[in-house]
């Protein structure tokens, strides 16, 4: 690139940044907000769902992949979405310090046995979030990002969210 408009491959890492910056910031504004929706970052309401402590924001919502028989587009797309939501995970680790994973299997298959789970990962799991979500503790909140997919066909979402419950021990 010399002096004129940017190539592709800058423009695609500018689109990046711009992305993963406005999301994390969607993230420091939901780790303040209140429990009850309307979230001003929130783009699908069908998508998130809050309950007396916690709230979870779909942040990005892709197309479905309904006539992606061959997961062709599906796997490039999941890609950038992990992608993006590392970028998010690393700007909040500079702000908040390091974070923990919590994995949702446990509160997955108890989800589907009929078993009880807490209201906060019951949520997570109606939703279709089954993945692990990236962690940390706020101001006395447990503040969190993920990407999820209800199914193959349905859209990938990127999304954040906020608990004041306590971290419950997955063995209970």
Do not use: N
């Not at 992949?65 to 939501?85: K, M, N």
């Not at 923990?100 to 949520?123: K, N």
């Amino acid at each position: 690139m010399t002096g004129g408009a940017p190539d592709a491959a800058a423009r695609d890492a500018l689109a990046f940044k711009a992305a993963v910056d406005a999301r994390t910031a969607a993230v420091e504004r939901l780790a303040t907000a209140p429990y009850a929706p309307p979230w001003p970052d929130g783009v699908d309401p069908g998508r998130s769902g809050s309950g007396a402590d916690f709230a979870i924001v779909a942040l990005r919502v892709s197309a479905d992949f309904y006539e992606d028989e061959d997961f062709e587009v599906h796997d490039t797309v999941l890609d950038a979405y992990e992608t993006e939501l590392w970028g998010v995970v690393h700007a909040l680790d500079a702000r908040w310090g390091a974070h923990r994973t919590v994995g949702l299997s446990v509160y997955a298959d108890r989800h589907l046995a009929g078993e009880p789970v807490p209201p906060f990962y019951a949520s997570l799991c109606e939703l279709g979030y089954f993945g692990d979500l990236e962690t940390w503790r706020v101001g006395g909140r447990l503040v969190a990002v993920g990407v999820g997919q209800p199914d193959a066909e349905e859209p990938v979402v990127l999304f954040g969210a906020v608990s004041g419950a306590p971290d419950p021990d997955p063995a209970d």
